[in-house]
């Protein structure tokens, strides 16, 4: 008896503790903001034209904060925010490649852009990265580092760090995805490993151009691939129109976000024009990811129809709701609600 009692007071004692350690256990919350496919230039022949990209920040006085003024609030708010820039930025014309069907450039002022619009990386690995050669390449990537813009293109990944939590940033073209396929498998292990990595983004840009649904022969196959050996998130671009999303082994991946400020089309198309914000909030406790949840921003590329005014705008009430209706389409489990004021705010993810 006297045993027993001695064993209920030291359980009284260590629980008290335990929870206590439980409890005091920090969290760290960590919002990431993700957008779709920006042009933020013109076709080498349009940059005189008045209805282009760039013939619109002229006559905007050349207003680096025009093109993403309206979707600052929320990447001003956030902890990073990533986007697919799929042009050049570069004054270098020399390397232009003329038997392409259109090379897409911007000044390499316009990295303004990405400053004054609140972004701090992109994902280059596409194909409109090599419009201009090799030259013009290099030259906007040393343009994005001189703006304090961090680039991933193939193997060449970046890592930045929030609240303590090391981040890393892949971004693969289809065909690169495909050459780096195993190599993928090594090196975000070791990264993680050997760097301190806690969180692994993938940006693939795969698929097919205005098709909206995604397809499992290259999109759902490398997304799935990429989560299997170590990626945290999948961030699709490409098809220039909004797919679905899907919750794969408790991991995030978007198959496709749109459109965002897209210089490629001096018309807002009917089936590119919906496009959204995707905010991501992560949770993470003792730098391992607790869980994510995320809230939907609709938008639309363009404030205007059918002319592109290269200014995505966000969207309520039934603009809104198409949004999501795009978005769910393509996605195999239901979607919550939009709601005015707040996004559609999704349920929490739990990643293990």
């Given at each position: 008896m006297r045993r027993l009692i001695a064993i209920l007071l030291i359980l009284a004692a260590i629980v008290p503790f335990c929870t206590a350690c439980a409890e005091g256990t920090e969290q760290v919350e960590i919002v990431i903001s993700l957008a779709g496919d920006c042009i933020l230039g013109s076709d080498e022949p349009l940059h005189n034209?008045?209805?282009?990209?760039v013939g619109i920040m002229k006559a905007n006085g050349n207003d680096y904060s025009y093109p993403l003024a309206l979707a600052r609030d929320l990447f001003a708010n956030d902890d990073y925010t990533l986007i697919n820039l799929e042009c050049v930025l570069t004054d270098k014309k020399q390397g232009r490649n003329k038997d392409l069907y259109t090379n897409f450039r911007g000044p390499a002022s316009y990295v303004n852009i990405l400053t004054e619009g609140s972004v701090e990386g992109v994902s280059l690995s596409n194909n409109h990265a090599l419009d201009y050669g090799q030259v013009g390449l290099r030259d906007c990537q040393q343009n994005l580092d001189s703006a304090g813009i961090q680039w991933a293109y193939?193997?060449?990944?970046f890592t930045f760090e929030r609240k303590g939590i090391?981040?890393?940033v892949f971004s693969f073209r289809r065909y690169y995805m495909e050459t780096y396929y195993t190599w993928l498998e090594k090196?975000?292990?070791?990264?993680?490993?050997e760097e301190g990595i806690d969180f692994i983004i993938v940006c693939l840009h795969h698929g097919v151009e205005y098709e909206t649904r995604h397809n499992d022969y290259d999109q759902e196959r490398f997304a799935h691939?990429?989560?299997?050996?170590?990626a945290d998130l999948v961030v699709?671009?490409?098809?220039?129109?909004?797919?679905?999303i899907e919750?794969?082994?408790?991991r995030l991946i978007f198959y496709s976000l749109g459109n965002f400020s897209f210089g490629g089309n001096k018309e807002a198309k009917a089936a590119a024009n919906p496009t959204a914000v995707m905010e991501v909030r992560l949770t993470f406790s003792q730098n391992e990811l607790y869980?994510?949840?995320l809230t939907i921003h609709p938008f639309h590329e363009s404030g205007t129809s059918p002319s592109n005014n290269y200014q995505p705008t966000p969207v309520t009430g039934e603009e809104a709701q198409d949004v999501m209706k795009r978005l769910q389409d393509d996605t195999p489990f239901t979607l919550n609600p939009y709601i005015e004021g707040e996004g559609a705010v999704q349920d929490i993810i739990y990643a293990n």
């Open positions: 034209a008045e209805d282009s990209f193939n193997t060449t990944y090391r981040f890393a090196e975000m292990a070791r990264i993680r490993n691939h990429a989560i299997d050996y170590g699709g671009s490409h098809p220039h129109v909004l797919q679905g919750v794969y082994k408790n869980s994510s949840q």
